[in-house]
């Protein structure tokens, strides 16, 4: 059985066979003999040539037009309608689906490999019309630019696809569309993503969406059967032994499941729970059990899904580590992510060897900036080349109360950092040092409580270092002995931003080569978290009710991450015994929402970045064999799967409209 990548050769295939039969077996209608007078015969004549004549030049238009569209078709041409303007070339905007969902694995793969296999196609596809592609990520709702040559699966990979959050995929489609600046248009739309693995609950509303914004569609789609697999949420304490193993298990198929789903850790079977899910549906599973051991411990889970009416086994394994700590995001600038000199790789050194487990480090990619930068505590920005492309994003985030640190270098374009009110100083001209050039400390308070760093700069040598001007509400920390502002504080909102005048790596000193740069670092990063307010993290999904006991909520307020407040959300009720207890129903947006109580602030995370859950979210392929040493073999779990990867467009309806031609030219050679 052939398995066709484009359906319009069924069409093709009678197209070419018709006319081969019509002229093998010379179809036409019986010639009958006319007895008549010969004026009469004439006339006839006359009239027949005439006729023959308008049935030719009816014949030679109609074969031209068949020609015409089967060379359309063929061709590949995708008209633009209901558009008054059509660009030849431009920007293609990809929509990407990068939920978890897309992580589960059908014929051996997980779908997002199919995915990117698709992107790669589509890509080369329109080589000629795409100019550049841009990439929206629909869980983190931000986009990413790339030229077509830099495209390959290993990058799309680690760039599209990350531990995001579950989506609505009818939401967070419209959400994405409604991006696009005014000034911008896109020659090409495509969404990539597997119909099956959301829960659509408005498919019509989904299919007009797709059909106003002209969306090409191309889906994985799994076998219309059940496909029941397990979305990762977490693990929420009870008390302090208990524990909650929160998991989703999620029907993907077209008939509804019945199934068991049982976790076990080692070879000890922890607990089953039977489901039944309708299709298209997901069903919460919680598993409890008491934690005697440490808490803090790392680890391993395994999970399997079984039903009577499929025949795979379907297995995950989870790896727990705690996730408390500090937070820190490192936002490399470099134009390699892999650069084993670049700040990012001698900061998260550092960092590493003095607070351990204490902080959580994050490394992204300038144009990775997450929407969400409320989740970290610190965030350092290392040799960017532009800050005006999300001013808007960081001033929200040190306005808010959070810790920057921004490191300058030889990439840095001086009149966009400039042209941001939140850096402390103005920035100038790069100039070179003397050799012997070292630091100086202007605040004492910088010493900290790990050592006294007056006197360990001393020797540290400057090759490079930007000029500044800092104004009246700028606090110098550090100076080289020549003067120069090296480590500048500025207040700005609730939050701090500092500023480091040359580069934290060895392009412009030998700082990181010296036994004083670890205790530089640590004193820094010290700080940066004194005076962080360390919020209780609730996770709820979109009008959940959660409930808090034993807290002072008379004059509870919640607000949005701009700052605005969110009515009818939280009602404060009296208890019996004195006390008080907040209801909180979370909103219906996905995000992040902060509620004040006089005695307690709350951080309210709805349906979002699940990095922050004590659930280290690791692809299982890497779990299993952990898992298998703590003596208990995994059988990794294998979906059936078919490739459907183009819905019926333009080609197909032209072929059709060649077929309709053909049939009239055989309706007018057989009124010949």
């Known amino acids: 059985m052939f398995d ?5 050769f069924l069409y093709a295939i009678p197209i070419i066979l018709i006319p081969i039969i019509i002229h093998l077996f010379g179809i036409k209608r019986p010639i009958s003999q006319v007895f008549a007078p010969l004026p009469l015969l004439l006339l006839i004549k006359n009239r027949i040539i005439k006729r023959k004549r308008l049935h030719s030049l009816l014949l030679i238009l109609l074969r031209i037009l068949l020609i015409l569209l089967i060379l359309l078709s063929f061709a590949g041409l995708y008209l633009k309608i209901n558009k008054e303007v059509s660009k030849s070339s431009g920007k293609c905007l990809l929509v990407v689906d990068n939920s978890p969902s897309v992580n589960v694995h059908s014929g051996g793969r997980a779908v997002r490999d199919y995915l990117v296999d698709e992107i790669e196609k589509y890509v080369k596809e329109n080589s000629s019309v795409c100019e550049k592609i841009v990439f929206h990520r629909l869980s983190e709702q931000d986009r990413l630019e790339f030229g077509t040559e830099d495209l390959k699966s290993d990058i799309l990979t680690r760039r599209l696809f990350s531990n995001g ?12 569309l409604k991006q696009n600046p005014t000034d911008e248009s896109f ?13 659509i609950e408005n498919i019509s509303a989904l299919t007009e969406l797709i059909k106003s914004y002209n969306i090409e569609v191309r889906n994985i789609m799994l076998s219309p059967v059940s496909n029941a697999y397990i979305e990762q949420r977490g693990f929420e304490k009870v008390g302090d032994n208990d524990m909650f193993l929160m998991i989703d298990v999620i029907n993907g198929g077209e008939s509804p499941f019945y199934g068991t789903v049982g976790l076990f850790e080692e070879n000890q079977k922890i607990g089953v729970e039977s489901v039944n899910i309708p299709p ?25 899904t079984s039903g009577d009416d499929f025949d795979y086994d379907n297995t995950e394994f989870l790896y727990y580590k705690n996730q408390r700590g500090r937070k820190v995001l490192l936002v490399n600038g470099e134009p390699s992510s892999v650069e084993m000199k670049s700040e990012t790789f001698f900061l998260s050194s550092a960092i590493k060897s003095y607070f351990g487990d204490a902080v959580q480090l994050f490394t992204v990619l300038e144009d990775m900036l997450p929407e969400t930068p409320e989740l970290y505590d610190v965030i350092v920005l290392s040799n960017l080349n532009r800050l005006s492309n999300n001013s808007d994003l960081i001033s929200r985030y040190i306005k808010s109360g959070g810790r920057m640190l921004i490191t300058l270098g030889v990439r840095v374009d001086k009149g966009d950092y400039n042209s941001v009110d939140f850096l402390p100083c103005k920035v100038s001209e790069l100039t070179d040092m003397k050799s012997e050039e070292g630091i100086e400390i202007y605040d004492s308070s910088f010493k900290g409580d790990l050592v006294d760093t007056s006197s360990i700069f001393k020797k540290v040598k400057i ?14 920390i550090l100076r080289t002995t020549g003067g120069k502002p090296l480590l500048v ?22 700082l990181p080569i010296r036994k004083d740069y670890l205790p530089f670092v640590a004193t820094l990063f010290k700080s940066m978290f004194s005076g962080l307010i360390a919020k209780k993290i609730i996770y709820a999904r979109p009008y959940e009710e959660i409930s808090m006991n034993g807290v002072s909520c008379t004059d509870a307020k919640m607000l949005n991450i701009r700052g605005e407040m969110v009515e009818n959300r939280l009602t404060c009720r009296s208890m ?27 951080l309210l995370v709805v349906n979002a970045d699940k990095r922050e859950s004590e659930l280290v979210r690791l692809p299982s392929e890497q779990i299993e064999p952990l898992y298998q040493k703590k003596g208990q073999a995994g059988h990794g779990g294998i979906t059936p799967f078919r490739l459907g990867n183009r819905n019926m467009n333009l080609i197909e309806f032209l072929l059709l409209l060649a077929a309709v031609v053909l049939a009239l030219e055989m309706f007018v050679m057989n009124r010949r």
Not at 4 to 8: H, I, R, S
Not at 499 to 509: A, G, K
């Open 489 to 510: 504080s500025k207040r700005y909102g609730d939050g701090f931003v500092y500023l480091y005048t040359t580069s934290i790596d060895m392009d412009m000193n030998d």
């Open 4 to 8: 066709f990548q484009n359906t319009g």
């Open 165 to 176: 959050r579950y989506i609505r995929l009818y939401d967070e489609l419209a959400l994405a």
């Open 463 to 476: 090759q490079k270092i930007f000029d500044v001007a800092c104004g009246a509400s700028s606090k110098v």
């Open 187 to 199: 020659v090409r739309t495509a969404l990539f993503s597997d119909l099956y693995l959301h829960s």
């Open 280 to 304: 298209h549906s997901r069903k919460d599973v919680r598993f409890r059990f008491v934690n005697e051991a440490n808490l803090d411990r790392e680890r391993y889970f395994k999970i399997q």
């Open 576 to 602: 019996p015994d004195g006390s008080y207890a907040l209801n909180i129903r979370a909103p219906s947006d996905v995000g992040f929402y902060e509620v004040n109580m006089s005695d307690t602030e709350l």
